[in-house]
């Protein structure tokens, strides 16, 4: 078909949007020559190509939902959504209806409708997109008989579909199709859509220029140092790139290397006073006879070119022939880096890290949360604008340009700045969406903008390098990235004289050790000592292999007062800092500095993974809400032990960290082409929650440009584990009105003269004097019941005033003021301290709650705060427990056996704390207990359970009374009886005196009696009964929500019997509960993405005023307004009966 015919006849024509579309496809198919879509078939997976291309949608209950149809598809090229704007827009004005059926505000302009009708065309092309096996590359939004948007994502994630190739160009009208290179493209969407991403051709281009810069490069360094051939390479590559994008007059530098052709010899003559020119900015400049621009930066300032041969001439000449427009700037990094090292020169050129591959961190470490932020800034703007408060929309947008202007992001290992410069370009990326949104608020939006001195720049991209020689070229590179997105935004006559501004954020630092003084080791002579450099290597005659060159040497050094390095205050942090296994750090770092690197972190395990100590940094900094992000490429190591606990330490933490995204092992290849490395990525957020974790399940061949793998993905959600696995959300549980007021730590004495012993408390009139023995009671701690016992007893004097204790027992009252009252007042010089002096005769924590909670029983359950084992057992009522004990208020045999069961011990193993790196497990009661969901007992069950629990707690207490063994001994035997490991001979003792075989017996029938009272497989995964029992507290934490409390002792807990009836409530997923609900938050885009992140984890859809309820200070109106915009622009969705979903 003719294009100029084409235009005519679909240029305005609209009509019906059902009757127009697929006679507008088939036409433009015809225009662009290629294949029309295919008639459908009954069976959905064969229709690849066709229209009214039918999905399921998930249902917002978890159920296979309704039926979604794509007005026209194309398996792994596009999902197309057709609008027709004339009929929606046809009588729009003062008073008509907008698109969504309802009355617009007066100052309500079709244009604005328009917008909104794209905007959510395209959103509904991303939701259709998701219901699909694999997200097309691209997303066509077509306004029939007016404009073709493009979005494309050729990440194959469906995260980041943004405007192509550019926010300037990516809106085809129907006119522009007259341009071949316009059809070309279209084209190309349909037949192999892959050859469009930019980051291919990048890299293609990019990877011809390198390697003939390479080879210059090698014959140059015969004849100049590296370092002047390095810099020399720099101004060449730079005013190469500055020519292509019109920084310069065309072809001006191509010029000078041809006038240099019969002479090569001479180029200096040509080149050096133009580079003269570029530094200081030229009205006229006799080498090109035109004005050149300011660009200084450092780069120019006394350069000085250098004499080619014919060949090194002639590969510059081909090399800036090439379209440097596109560039990619990281890949240059490499080669100059390289350049720069004696080393690496023999590598020039051949290997970079695949773009791919920095993408898959920076964008969920720096870019999603960037978009959210943007995604709900939209929504409001769009909510000012429908309401007729144009002025509001724009200030909207302006205040989130301005924020975005001032995110600061760090790479503290950064090299030659290839993540930051990534981060930039990305960064841009979005800024351009920024920009195109004020442009379609009106020409004046444009102007409110200060465009010199409000723009994403290098200023904004921070980084710490060790290596000296690479600082440059990162800023270099930095700034390589940012004018090619500058330019794609705005053209260059947007950028302001000097070019190259002295921004200097790239730093030579050390990032993890700071020191006072650096000495050099002497030996007894006083020379230096050395060490091998780490690096070299020779191959050993004998056996040909790669083996340490001794003969490479650097002087060993000492470094005094060593402390982690500060870094630079920053919003994200993302990078791939250096892989040197634990085991390894002495031999290439050396000893001083291993030593003082183990002495500044003394809470590292000494196996940890070098990359491990920016990991621990960056998470205090996340965890204390310094830094919102961090992301960090290490080896896969990371799963191992040492580096495992590094970060089970701060998932942990009272102030916990959680991981929004990880993939635990991927292929990589680094600057020097190790591509056999296996990594990890993780990406770390403040707070407890769930994250993305991603698998490598299949691994294809590499692509030829960048080296990148392919690689094919399973995705899952949910708690990552310091693992990198899925694992239950321990962190999430909510503790349960069921077990509340029933379990506490034990009285803290806090002076050592209240203990006693038997023949000291008769002494002090036990059994003689009336009433002493309610205040004279036996004591036990942690190692009386792990251990052999002390049989000590305490006096208690809880209730009494330092008045009648003296008068109704003056020699308790003289035995502790002569232990306890002076050393009380000796030590009342702090806020507890004083308390503790004032009332003297008393505990320093009495436990009032605990002795309420025991008051009436004749015995209670017990478990050691710290212990190897966790186990529970029964101590009689006159036993005071010590603080290192928990007491839980239960006296029944049930509840001993549920809490001695392998699903409760697994439970609190996770749910519970460590103490030290791995060493003892820590019962922490208010995770351990009073979040554990008990299970409903049938009275048989109830006696089954009790019966067993009897006879463990008898047999125990009977074999140790006997027995020359401990507690702990006694387990010890149990566990490695248990492992079938072959048993020593003083073990075999303690099996045979202790019945060990019949403990283990008894474990195991109430494990599978307790599995059984869940109704739960006695055989159940750790994992499977950690996920089954979250779930359980978040169901039994619903119901309390409405009502139901199923107490534990209920004639404590709740002795008027009163059981509130169940109040209806919608299930937020996260059994929400007014104790727990977070605020709503203040500000109007944070709370767009509150109500987002609330759709998304609830396990159904929801109503207004369920969703309002999830926040304290919500009000319901203001909720359903917002939820009814997010549905208006496709980020949510409204079901029939008026609920709200994700």
């Known amino acids: 078909m003719n294009a100029d015919k084409f235009i005519e006849y679909w240029s305005g024509r609209g009509g019906s949007e059902r009757a127009n579309y697929q006679k507008f496809i088939n036409e433009l198919c015809e225009l662009i020559g290629v294949d029309k879509p295919e008639a459908s078939h009954a069976e959905d997976h064969r229709n690849e190509y066709v229209f009214e291309k039918r999905v399921r949608a998930m249902d917002v209950d978890g159920e296979d939902g309704r039926y979604n149809f794509i007005d026209c598809y194309k398996r792994k090229h596009f999902v197309l959504e057709a609008k027709q704007s004339d009929k929606r827009m046809r009588g729009v004005g003062a008073s008509g209806p907008d698109l969504f059926g309802e009355v617009a505000a007066p100052a309500a302009a079709p244009k604005a409708a328009w917008d909104r009708m794209m905007k959510q065309a395209r959103q509904q092309a991303e939701n259709y997109a998701k219901y699909l096996p694999e997200w097309p590359p691209f997303l066509l939004i077509v306004d029939v008989g007016h404009v073709i948007e493009v979005y494309a994502d050729f990440t194959g994630l469906g995260k980041r579909y943004k405007p192509f190739p550019d926010s300037r160009s990516h809106r085809i009208a129907i006119p522009d199709l007259a341009d071949a290179a316009v059809r070309d493209r279209l084209r190309a969407i349909w037949t192999d859509p892959l050859s469009l991403d930019p980051a291919a051709k990048r890299a293609e281009v990019t990877k011809d220029i390198a390697y003939r810069l390479a080879r210059m490069a090698r014959t140059l360094e015969k004849r100049h140092d590296p370092k002047e051939v390095a810099l020399f390479l720099m101004r060449c590559l730079f005013t190469a790139f500055a020519e292509d994008v019109g920084l310069l007059p065309a072809d001006a530098f191509l010029t000078l290397l041809r006038k240099a052709e019969g002479n090569p010899q001479f180029l200096p003559r040509y080149l050096t006073p133009f580079w003269k020119s570029m530094d200081k900015g030229s009205d006229f400049d006799p080498m090109i006879g035109a004005p050149v621009r300011h660009f200084n930066g450092g780069l120019f300032k006394n350069a000085q070119a250098l004499a080619l041969t014919g060949d090194e001439l002639s590969e510059l000449i081909t090399a800036c022939q090439r379209d440097w427009r596109n560039v990619e700037p990281a890949i240059f990094g490499t080669l100059l880096e390289n350049a720069l090292s004696v080393r690496e020169r023999g590598q020039l050129g051949a290997h970079f890290t695949p773009r791919a591959y920095v993408e898959r961190l920076v964008i969920p470490t720096v870019i999603e949360p960037l978009q959210d932020q943007w995604r709900a800034t939209l929504a409001l703007a769009e909510g000012r604008r429908a309401a007729g408060d144009v002025k509001g929309a724009v200030e909207l947008i302006r205040a989130f340009h301005r924020d975005l202007c001032q995110v600061r992001v760090l790479d503290p290992a950064c090299g030659t700045g290839n993540f930051l410069y990534v981060s930039l370009e990305l960064m841009k990326e979005l800024e351009g969406e920024v920009l195109l949104a004020l442009e379609e608020l009106g020409a004046a939006a444009q102007a409110l903008l200060d465009l010199q ?64 003084k650096e000495e050099l080791v002497l030996d007894a002579a006083g020379k230096p000592v050395a060490r091998w450099d780490g690096v070299s290597l020779r191959t050993d005659p004998h056996t040909g292999r790669q083996v340490p060159d001794e003969t490479q040497v650097v002087p060993l ?130 707070g407890a929650g769930e994250g993305l974790l991603k698998q490598v399940v299949a691994e294809g061949d590499a692509n030829p440009n960048d080296g990148a793998i392919a690689v094919t993905f399973a995705i899952e959600q949910g708690v990552i584990l310091p693992d990198l696995t899925i694992g239950a959300d321990i962190a999430g549980v909510l503790p349960l009105k069921a077990n509340a007021g029933l379990s506490s730590r034990g009285v803290s004495l806090h002076g050592s003269g209240f203990i006693v012993t038997p023949a000291e408390a008769a002494a002090l009139g036990l059994g003689k004097v009336p009433g002493l023995e309610q205040h004279i009671r036996h004591y036990r701690n942690g190692r009386d019941l792990t251990g052999k016992s002390r049989g000590v007893m305490v006096i208690d004097l809880f209730g009494l005033t330092a008045e009648q204790v003296r008068q109704r027992f003056p020699g308790v009252y003289q035995w502790l003021m002569d232990r306890v009252h002076d050393e009380r007042q000796a030590k009342a010089d702090t806020p507890d301290g004083r308390q503790y002096a004032a009332q003297w005769w008393l505990f320093g924590k009495t436990r009032g709650e605990l002795r309420k909670a025991l008051a009436g029983l004749p015995r209670y359950i017990a478990t050691v705060e710290t212990a190897k084992h966790r186990i529970f057992q029964f101590l009689d009522i006159d036993i005071l427990p010590d603080n290192k004990l928990i007491g839980i208020g239960l006296h029944q045999a049930v509840h001993l056996s549920v809490l001695s069961s392998r699903i409760h011990t697994t439970w609190a193993l996770a749910a519970g704390g460590w103490l030290g790196y791995g060493n003892d497990p820590v019962y922490v009661k208010t995770r351990c207990f009073d979040a554990f969901p008990f299970p409903i007992l049938t009275p048989a069950q109830e006696a089954r359970i009790g019966s067993l629990a009897e006879e463990l707690d008898g047999l125990r207490k009977k074999v140790l009374a006997a027995g020359h063994f401990t507690l702990t001994e006694l387990y010890n035997v149990l566990e490695k009886r248990k492992a079938g490991a072959a048993l020593e001979p003083a073990e075999r003792d303690i099996y045979e005196a202790g019945h060990v075989g019949v403990l283990l017996d008894l474990h195991r029938a109430i494990d599978a009696a307790v599995a059984d009272a869940y109704g739960w497989p006695a055989d159940l995964s750790d994992r499977d009964i950690l996920f089954r029992l979250v779930a359980l507290n978040k169901e039994r934490a619903a119901e309390e929500a409405r009502g139901l409390v199923r107490w534990l002792r209920p004639e404590f807990q709740n002795p008027g019997g009163v059981q509130a009836g169940e109040q209806l409530s919608a299930d937020l997923g996260e059994a929400t509960v007014a104790a727990t609900r977070p605020a709503w938050p203040k500000l109007p885009a944070e709370q767009v993405q509150a109500l987002r992140q609330t759709l998304s984890a609830a396990n159904s859809a929801l109503p207004a005023d369920a969703v309002a309820r999830a926040f304290k200070g919500a009000r319901g109106k203001q909720v359903k307004d917002m939820l009814d915009l997010l549905v208006a622009l496709g980020q949510a969705r409204r079901i029939g009966d008026g609920r709200y979903a994700a």
Do not use: C
Not at 589 to 598: Q, R
Not at 659 to 683: C, E, K, Y
């Open 453 to 516: 001195g409000t723009t994403v720049g290098p200023q904004q991209f921070v980084g710490l390098e060790k290596n000296a020689r690479a600082v440059p070229i990162a800023e270099l590179v930095l700034w390589l990235g940012h004018l090619q997105g500058h330019l794609r935004l705005r053209g260059p006559e947007s950028l302001s004289d000097p070019i190259l501004k002295p921004v200097e954020t790239v730093r030579h630092a050390d990032a993890v050790l700071a020191w006072k």
């Open 557 to 686: 050094k000492r470094y005094t007062d060593p402390k982690p390095a500060p870094w630079p205050k920053a919003d994200y942090i993302v990078g791939n800092p250096p892989f040197i296994g634990g085991k390894d750090l002495r031999q290439e770092l050396g000893d001083g500095y291993a030593e003082a690197l183990w002495a500044a972190y003394p809470h590292m395990p000494g196996g940890a993974d070098f990359v491990m100590y920016w990991w621990d940094r960056a998470a205090d900094l996340v965890r204390e809400g310094k830094a919102r992000r961090f992301g960090f490429i290490t080896t896969n190591s990371i799963t191992q032990t040492f580096s495992r606990r590094v970060i089970k330490r701060h998932l942990d933490a009272k102030k916990p960290l959680h991981l929004s995204f990880a993939i635990p092992d991927h292929p990589w290849a680094d600057a020097q082409g190790a591509a056999a490395v296996r990594v990890a990525m993780t990406v770390g957020m403040a």
